[in-house]
């Protein structure tokens, strides 16, 4: 089964009554609220944890355009038992943020059970995410993200920390997992993790339709989303190229999964949440904004990024997103360029003053991949990390020291 279509939604700039992807139209139907534990989420959607992207002003963003349940960028679970002073700041959540989503990475059973002890007994969040679904080589070189699952082992050594760590506390908040289809196609553990995390006691196990090998390239494959869906009794969500609203619906009723997880595609488009309320409560509309509309959208993550880490930080971090926001606009390549050196929000108010804000959104760029393109690769792994999958073996020198990108 593969993934969404990539065919624009149609002409104009007002709201889209259907989606067509591949000549098939994705009629709109209201959905029911995702159950992770305790907690309702509803719409059904998730944002996908991303290193340096889903911070506390990135999540407010969102949440300002629509409900559903938002995670931290990674926290390492080493970092984090050290109090680390980056990793502390990391795990800021807003006044008004409710529920208070964590992941967490981490290897060593004893340190994740350690982490998670901390997050419950200290009341750091509502609901915590483990990461195993990373595919980046310093992650996986280390027997850490979307490679850990082909130890079945170590992975069942972990969660069993992390569950008897909520349970001693006698806390109700929910353990969820993230994962990959395998480290390639020749080493597929969707199936077994699943299974092993249910035993486990996690409530909730998301599945991105890639293995490790694929990065971010072609496809999803959903296919594998609806066997796991088959297979488990706890809910199952699924993630990869949700580009457009209709692709959430469209994966749902394909898959049978429990909710969707949002990634790249609400990179520089944060009203995509807005729009995936409207279709999973059936209603038609759909955010076309203007230049003006994105500036505005543009300067409201500026602010937000300098209140929590303040103009000479937080500017700096904004300038990731510039290419995302302005993605099919006409914007001369100087203007794009100082944008993308901005340093203050006077800058900035400036340089947005240029843009010729009567553009209507480019419609030519509904349904595209954004962010990360990183084509297949080989998967870097710890020495003789395929030997045994049933190995329970913490590899030297695993645990990252740090959180974040």
């Not at 709109?28 to 159950?35: G, N």
Request: charged residues 25%; aromatic residues 6%; glycine residues 12%.
């Amino acid at each position: 089964m593969a993934g969404p279509g990539r065919g624009p939604r149609g002409p104009g700039h007002g709201p889209a009554r259907c989606c067509h992807t591949r000549g098939v139209v994705t009629e709109l139907a209201s959905a029911e609220a995702l159950r992770i534990g305790p907690l309702a989420v509803w719409p059904p959607v998730v944002l996908a944890p991303m290193a340096g992207i889903t911070n506390v002003a990135f999540r407010r963003l969102c949440r300002e355009h629509g409900a559903g349940l938002y995670v931290s960028e990674m926290i390492t679970t080493r970092a984090l038992v050290e109090r680390n002073a980056k990793t502390m700041k990391l795990v800021t959540f807003a006044a008004d943020e409710q529920p208070r989503s964590i992941q967490l990475y981490g290897v060593d059973p004893d340190v994740v059970g350690r982490a998670v002890a901390m997050v419950v007994e200290e009341n750091l969040a509502d609901h915590i995410d483990l990461n195993f679904g990373c595919p980046v080589p310093k992650v996986t070189r280390k027997g850490g993200g979307s490679a850990l699952p082909y130890r079945r082992g170590l992975l069942e050594r972990i969660l069993r920390a992390a569950t008897r760590a909520i349970d001693r506390a006698g806390s109700p908040v929910p353990l969820t997992i993230k994962m990959r289809l395998g480290i390639d196609r020749d080493h597929l553990t969707y199936l077994d993790a699943g299974r092993i995390a249910e035993d486990c006691g996690v409530a909730a196990v998301a599945l991105h339709g890639r293995t490790a090998a694929d990065m971010y390239s072609g496809e999803a494959d959903w296919a594998p989303i609806a066997e796991l869906a088959e297979v488990l009794s706890v809910p199952v969500l699924g993630n990869g190229d949700i580009w457009e609203a209709d692709d959430a619906i469209r994966m749902m009723r394909e898959t049978g999964c429990a909710g969707v997880v949002v990634g790249r595609g609400c990179l520089g488009r944060p009203w995509l949440f807005a729009d995936l309320a409207a279709a999973f409560a059936g209603r038609p509309e759909r955010r076309l904004p203007s230049l003006a509309e994105v500036a505005a959208a543009m300067r409201r993550h500026a602010e937000l990024l300098a209140d929590w880490l303040g103009e000479d930080r937080g500017l700096p971090d904004f300038r990731k997103h510039v290419a995302w926001y302005l993605k099919g606009f006409m914007v001369g390549s100087e203007l794009r360029q100082r944008l993308g050196l901005v340093g203050s929000l006077a800058e900035l108010d400036d340089l947005l003053g240029r843009l010729d804000t009567d553009q209507p959104f480019p419609i030519t760029e509904l349904g595209r991949p954004r962010g990360r393109g990183t084509g297949p690769r080989r998967v870097a792994l710890p020495e003789g990390w395929l030997d045994d999958p049933f190995e329970c073996a913490v590899p030297v020198g695993a645990e990252l020291a740090d959180s974040g990108g």
